[in-house]
Structure formats: structure tokens, C-alpha cells
């Protein structure tokens, strides 16, 4: 079973709409660590967000939001007043102690952006 | 520069032949990762390294070899590449363990 769901594979909207990406994680542990990548067109992965187990604080970075549920194990991602520069791929990943702290990837979420 | 830098971006090679992938990081992280991305699997980890000389196996170490003589230095090393060896290869490193990883360019390896 993965331990880091990201159901949507691909979504796709036209420019200035709000999307959400949804993660789902799967861990016994209490203290873990969740991340956010991006991954443009160009290939880099570039991070975006940390967040630890004990912060349940959603988190804003202008356009950007997360959503952290621990009731419902999601880290879920939004974008506000999407931009084609937003189009890429999504990275959710989990660090746990029962996997040494190595984190654990979602499949990714392919999101296009048209104008 | 400072950073993660991965040598060479782009490699051709045949089944059979040895490619070596270089991966440098200038933070002095302790830790180092390997990974793979292919269409449908995300990132696969590979090898990674908690410091230099200790390094461990990930989900995909089958075909692979890696040291880590230097903090800084990474090489991962394909011995006798196969085409399903095929895909893009990334590099990483952390400061500790839970930390946040940060990437290399990426190097594309087709195998023919």
C-alpha cells in the first residue's frame, strides 16, 4: 500500500481558477514530517512547503495554501487565481521514524494551467 | 557555485557498459539520495547515504552501486546498464534526517 496518496493524476483548468491538490499519507507514527515539491516543465524539483505533526496551522505564501488535517492524515494544496507558471508536476512526500525518515513520495499530480 | 550539481546531464550509452553519474553538494549535508523518475512511478529511491561511508539501499538498488569516500561526492554506478535502466536520475541531500531535501538538475540516461 502507499503510504503517500495523491489520487488525482492529472487536473487540468483554465487560468484564474482555484485548484486543490489532494495528499493523503499513511503513518503510525506521531512525530513525521510532510513536503510539498514542485516540478516545472523544465524538470528541477523545487521545494515549497515543510510542515511537522505537531503544527496543524494551515500555512498561506500568496497564492499558495496548505491545508493540514492530521483527523483526516491530508496535506492537501491549494492554488488561488491559478497561473499558466503554476503548470507542473506536484510532489507530496512523507518523513516518518518508521521508515528511518526517508521520505516517502506521492506519484505526483500533473497540473496544466491554460490561458 | 553552491549547491547540488549533477554531471553529466545527459548521457547515451549501451547495454552492458558501465556509466558512472556524479552527484556534488557544497552544504556538507550529512545525508545524500538517489532517485530515479520514470512516467507512472514518481521518485524511486535508489541509494542513500547518512554519511560519508554509510550508505543503505532504498526501493530500487537492484543494478546499482554507490560510495561516498567524500561528504560532498555521490557517484552512483550503473555496472552493466540495461534498458529498463533508462530514466532520469536525481540527486538530493539534507542536512539531517527529516530535513528537507533539496535536488540536483537531473541527469537523462538512455540506454540503447
Known amino acids: 500500500a502507499q503510504k503517500v496518496t495523491q489520487a488525482q493524476t492529472e487536473i487540468s483548468v483554465v487560468e484564474k481558477e482555484d485548484v486543490t491538490l489532494d495528499c493523503v499519507y499513511e503513518?503510525?507514527?506521531?512525530?513525521?514530517?510532510l513536503f510539498w515539491y514542485k516540478q516545472p516543465p523544465s524538470g528541477e524539483l523545487v521545494f515549497l512547503i515543510r510542515?511537522?505533526?505537531?503544527?496543524?496551522q494551515n500555512e498561506i505564501s500568496g497564492r499558495y495554501s496548505w491545508n493540514f488535517q492530521k483527523s483526516t492524515s491530508s496535506f492537501n494544496f491549494t492554488i488561488t487565481a491559478s497561473q499558466v507558471v503554476d503548470s507542473a508536476v506536484y510532489f507530496c512526500a512523507l518523513s516518518e521514524p518508521g521508515g528511518s525518515y526517508i521520505p516517502t513520495f506521492g506519484r505526483g499530480t500533473s497540473l496544466i494551467v491554460h490561458p | 557555485d553552491a549547491g547540488i550539481t549533477q554531471s553529466p546531464r545527459y548521457k547515451i550509452t549501451e547495454t552492458g557498459r558501465q556509466v558512472t553519474l556524479m552527484c556534488h553538494q557544497t552544504?556538507?549535508?550529512?545525508?545524500m539520495f538517489w532517485y530515479r523518475q520514470d512516467l507512472g512511478h514518481g521518485l524511486r529511491l535508489i541509494y542513500y547515504s547518512a554519511a560519508a561511508d554509510i550508505t543503505d539501499k532504498g526501493e530500487v538498488p537492484d543494478g546499482y552501486v554507490v560510495s561516498r569516500s567524500k561528504t560532498e561526492n555521490f557517484p552512483l554506478t550503473l555496472e552493466s546498464a540495461t534498458r529498463s535502466q533508462t530514466s532520469v536520475y536525481f540527486c538530493a541531500s539534507s542536512e539531517y534526517r527529516g530535513d528537507t531535501q533539496y535536488f540536483g538538475p537531473g541527469t537523462r540516461l538512455t540506454v540503447l
Open positions: 552544504w556538507s549535508h550529512s545525508y
Open positions: 503513518t503510525r507514527d506521531t512525530t513525521y514530517y
Open positions: 510542515r511537522n505533526s505537531f503544527d496543524e
